[in-house]
């Protein structure tokens, strides 16, 4: 398995863009995590699916951050519109189960 | 909030030598505490893990020490080679909350 598949690696935009982060979780886990990392509040849950369905969305700073699960083999995280505070590391990673987490290679976004 | 509260921040440690970074946890329902090695430009990759049940768990270079009454956890890694240089995170979860720690830099000179 080629693993969490994310894209793009890089993305850079301008304040006010909406930007769509990609992921492809392992085939045949069940929960899709998404978080996001950053120097000051470290790695951070952002949302999380369980069969394609969100659970938690608890972590999802605000209205401007929207997560989809269409299917078992995609996921997508919107931000619109983006602000450059938004920019970090943002990691997928999926599991089967709860425990271990297969974590992505991640996508670093800049907000100008 | 802050769960999982890990030290030191950075760590230089000589080839050869002993690395420790210690973890400690508040929530008692926290039944599984996994570390994770994060290398520049990758994600976090499970490195180690272990259960409340047993105290210690080894493997290879790598061990990690629990002690359920204090509430604490520390990884080991033995005869630290300049490839162990990454950053550790921590964590501790009850079924689907897992709680990372703030993350150690770990810089092993040759």
């Known amino acids: 398995d080629a693993g969490v598949i994310q894209s793009p690696r890089h993305e850079v935009t301008e304040m006010g863009q909406e930007v769509t982060l990609r992921c492809k979780p392992i085939?045949?886990?069940?929960?899709l995590f998404w978080y996001r990392q950053t120097m000051m509040r470290g790695l951070e849950l952002l949302i999380y699916?369980?069969?394609?369905?969100?659970?938690?969305d608890s972590g999802m700073p605000e209205d401007r951050f929207s997560a989809k699960m269409p299917n078992a083999s995609f996921s997508t995280l919107k931000i619109q519109p983006s602000e450059p505070r938004d920019s970090a590391v943002y990691f997928c990673?999926?599991?089967?189960?709860?425990?271990?987490?297969?974590f992505g290679p991640g996508t670093r976004l800049t907000v100008l | 909030q802050q769960q999982v509260k890990q030290s030191p921040q950075s760590l230089i440690v000589q080839k050869g030598g002993i690395s420790i970074i210690n973890c400690a946890y508040e929530?008692?329902?926290?039944?599984?505490f996994p570390w994770y090695q994060q290398f520049p430009g990758k994600g976090p990759a499970l490195l180690i893990a272990?259960?409340?049940?047993?105290s210690e768990k080894k493997e290879g270079r790598f061990t990690i020490s629990f002690n359920k009454s204090a509430k604490q956890f520390s990884l080991h890694i033995m005869d630290s080679q300049p490839g162990d240089s990454a950053t550790y995170f921590c964590?501790?979860?009850?079924?689907?909350?897992?709680?990372f720690g703030a993350g150690t830099r770990l810089t092993v000179k040759p």
């Open positions: 990673a999926s599991s089967f189960g709860t425990t271990v987490r297969f």
């Open positions: 085939s045949g886990h069940d929960y």
């Open positions: 699916f369980n069969n394609n369905v969100p659970i938690d």
């Open positions: 929530n008692t329902a926290f039944d599984y």
């Open positions: 272990i259960r409340p049940d047993v």
């Open positions: 964590a501790a979860s009850y079924t689907n909350d897992m709680r």
